[in-house]
Every structure is written in structure tokens, then in C-alpha cells.
């Protein structure tokens, strides 16, 4: 952890200056870790005056950042080339979703979005994007108080224009959503995976994590409720793409069958190790439809920790239906019995977990568990449209 938060900078009229906050807000909040370790040193910051306010902590003294210019909401003119990147500045406020969308008419071989983000002595890295026709696209969220972030436009090109669109959108934290439900978000970048208790690999593609704003978050609730009971982070993979179509289809290619308008999500599952990466839990075949467990060589699956974060859906009363391998879906039940035991989880869950419909087989779910939500405001019993 870092030794002091405070910093000697002064910085009295730009706190807060792009965003919407209660400044009354800005003096709480907690700081929670992002790793701090190997942030980027800083660069062109004025030495403190004495006289002045000191700054808050989470707010990067000006020119932080070399070469940053202010990030404005709506469209920013991204000019950038190799060696020269576009750095845009923002400040997040704790009740909003921040949205960056790079558009651009002609594709360099290299182009890198990436945000970035004080940590209160130096600069971390969250997320980058590399991958998308004609687009490029990064969320964050930070609950804790207003900080400065930064997006990063990186290319090998002799020059590359392109817009860098900034939307910020009213978000909170919550087991369940009471507005705006279906409005699609993109999940915002884990900031300390310890805590958000869901994580990225390099499997992850930004551009398919778009969900409706009660599936993200859900998602969101299940990763904290599983951080705060110790737990490795999960690692959602597909959603929806930004436009709710299909993941896959923007190169005519489908992931999937569903995730069509953000309602369904991929996510890894336990072992015993404690930990969730992807991958699978038995032996399988592949006769045709699918890869399938082959009965009776389920392994190294942890029935506790996987019911336990599936009833961090539940809990919702928005799941209509999940799938999973028929060979895993045993052990997650009985999981749920002692999970309940050991007041873990609701006893009331129980009864879903057995029901043949909240978790229900289909080829490929051997390494993770398909969750799928109501898009009215509770459950109403449908049919099964595949994953
Ligand atoms: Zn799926």
C-alpha cells in the first residue's frame, strides 16, 4: 500500500472542472489499490506552493500525463502518430459510467486505445484495446470519489485522425436495478480485480462486453459479493457488442446464438484451487453438436464457490435460465446444499438450483457457466433459446 496519499501539489480551480460531482463528495471515498506498483513516473508537475489547498489525492496534478489534453464530453479531435500519442484527460465523478468511443475512417495496422488511471502517485494502466473494424471502445467506473483518468491513443501510423467520443451516463452500484434498466453499457474495466471481484485475460474482447445496464450490474454485484467473501475474481467473457447484436457478427462470424441485446453473459468457473480462469472441468467429447462432459470424469470443480457466485444472480430474481455441462451441474447443486448450510447463500435460493431450468445442459458450457436475464422487470418463465 502506498505510504501517504497526500501529495505537496497545489491544484485549486481544476478539481472537478469536466464533471458533475457534489464537491462535497470529493473529499471522502477510500482509496482501494490497483496494484500502485510500476505506475509511470510523472511528468511536468509545478512544485507545490505551500499557501494553497493541498489537491485532492485521486485528482492528478496538471500535466500529469506528458502531452495531455482536456477529454471533452461528446467529440474530440484524435490526432495522433507513431511516437506522438493523443492523451485525453477526464476527471470521473462516483455516480457515473464513462464511456470512450474511438471511431476512425482508415485503419492503421497498430491502434491502441487504452485507459489509464491515477492511482494518487503515478499512472496505471487498467485496460487496452487493440481489435474492432472502425472502432475502439473502453468504459470505466469508479465509485470511490472523483479521479483523474486518461485515454490513450497509440499507433504506428505517420499520422492517424480519428474522434474520440466521451459519454458519461448517471450509474450506481446496486443488487438490482430500478431505472434505465435495459440500456446497454459497456462493463467497466476491473479497477483493483481484489475488490471488483472480476478480472480480464487476454481472451477478453472489449467490443462483445456490452450488457443491459441491470446485467452489468449484476455482474458487478456477484464479482464484489464474491471479493468481499474472499474469493479470486471471476472472468466474464462475452456479453453483447456495442450495438446488442451477436458477439461476432461485426466480422461475420457469431460467437454464439444468443447475446443479442445484452441480457446474456459467459463467465468462468471455480476450482479447487480458489481460482477462475477459463478452462474445463472433465473430459470431453465432441459428437457432433457440441463438446460434452463425458459422464463421470468431472474434475476439480468447486460446487461451493460456483453456487455461491451463481446466487449472486439469483438473488436478483431476474434469471430466466442458465446453461451448463449436465456433468457440472451436480456438484453446483449439492454445492448450493452446503453453501446454505454455512449461511452462505439464501436456503430460499435453494429450489432454483435443481429446477432443470436455472441451470440446464448444452454442449460447450465444460468451462463456464452461461447466464441469461429477464428483460421484463422479474422472472416470467420462457422458452429455451439456445446459447
Ligand atoms: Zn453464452
Not at 460467437?255 to 468462468?268: C, E, L, P, Q, T
Not at 456438484?331 to 453453501?339: F, I, K, N, T
Request: glycine letters at 12%.
Amino acid at each position: 500500500m502506498m505510504s501517504s496519499r497526500r501529495l505537496p501539489f497545489v491544484f485549486a480551480s481544476l478539481v472537478l472542472a469536466c464533471s458533475a460531482a457534489d464537491p462535497a463528495d470529493g473529499s471522502g471515498g477510500t482509496e482501494t489499490s490497483s496494484g500502485g506498483a510500476g505506475g509511470r513516473p510523472i511528468v511536468g508537475v509545478a512544485g507545490g506552493g505551500g499557501s494553497l489547498p493541498e489537491q485532492p489525492p485521486a485528482i492528478a496534478p496538471p500535466g500529469a500525463s506528458e502531452g495531455e489534453q482536456p477529454g471533452l464530453d461528446g467529440d474530440n479531435v484524435v490526432l495522433a502518430a507513431d511516437g506522438l500519442d493523443a492523451v485525453f484527460r477526464v476527471e470521473s465523478a462516483p455516480g457515473e459510467h464513462v464511456h470512450f468511443w474511438l471511431s476512425f475512417a482508415d485503419e492503421p495496422e497498430l491502434l491502441e486505445l487504452s485507459v489509464e488511471r491515477w492511482n494518487g502517485v503515478g499512472i496505471d494502466t487498467l485496460g487496452t484495446t487493440d481489435a474492432g473494424h472502425g472502432l475502439r471502445t473502453l468504459a470505466l467506473f469508479d465509485a470511490g470519489e472523483p479521479r483523474t483518468y486518461w485515454a490513450r491513443v497509440h499507433t504506428d501510423a505517420a499520422a492517424f485522425d480519428g474522434t474520440l467520443t466521451v459519454t458519461r451516463t448517471p450509474f450506481a452500484d446496486a443488487s438490482t436495478c430500478v431505472e434505465d434498466c435495459e440500456r446497454l453499457l459497456q462493463l467497466p474495466l476491473p479497477i483493483d480485480a481484489a475488490v471488483d471481484g472480476y478480472a480480464t485475460a487476454p481472451s477478453t474482447v472489449f467490443r462483445y462486453q456490452f450488457g443491459r445496464r441491470d446485467l452489468v450490474m449484476l455482474l458487478r454485484y456477484a464479482g464484489r459479493s464474491m471479493a468481499d467473501s474472499g474469493h479470486a475474481p471471476f472472468v466474464p467473457e462475452d456479453l453483447s457488442q456495442w450495438d446488442g447484436e451477436t458477439p461476432g457478427t461485426d466480422v461475420g462470424a457469431p460467437r454464439h446464438a444468443s447475446h443479442k441485446r445484452g441480457r446474456d453473459v459467459d463467465v468462468s468457473l471455480y476450482g479447487t484451487d480458489g481460482l477462475a480462469p477459463w478452462r474445463s472441468y472433465c473430459e470431453t467429447v465432441n459428437d457432433g453438436s457440441g463438446r460434452e462432459c463425458v459422464p463421470g470424469t468431472m474434475h476439480d470443480l468447486d460446487g461451493v464457490a460456483n453456487a455461491t457466485m451463481y446466487a449472486g444472480f439469483l438473488e436478483s430474481g431476474r434469471v430466466t435460465m442458465s446453461f451448463l455441462d449436465a456433468e457440472l451441474i451436480g456438484p453446483v447443486v449439492d454445492g448450493a446444499e452446503l453453501a446454505a448450510a454455512d449461511g452462505a447463500i439464501a436456503a430460499s435460493l435453494l429450489p432454483l438450483y435443481g429446477d432443470g431450468v436455472h441451470l440446464q445442459h448444452w454442449p460447450n458450457h465444460d468451462n463456464h457457466i452461461h447466464v441469461r436475464l429477464s428483460e421484463g422487470p422479474s422472472f416470467q418463465p420462457e422458452a429455451v433459446e439456445p446459447p
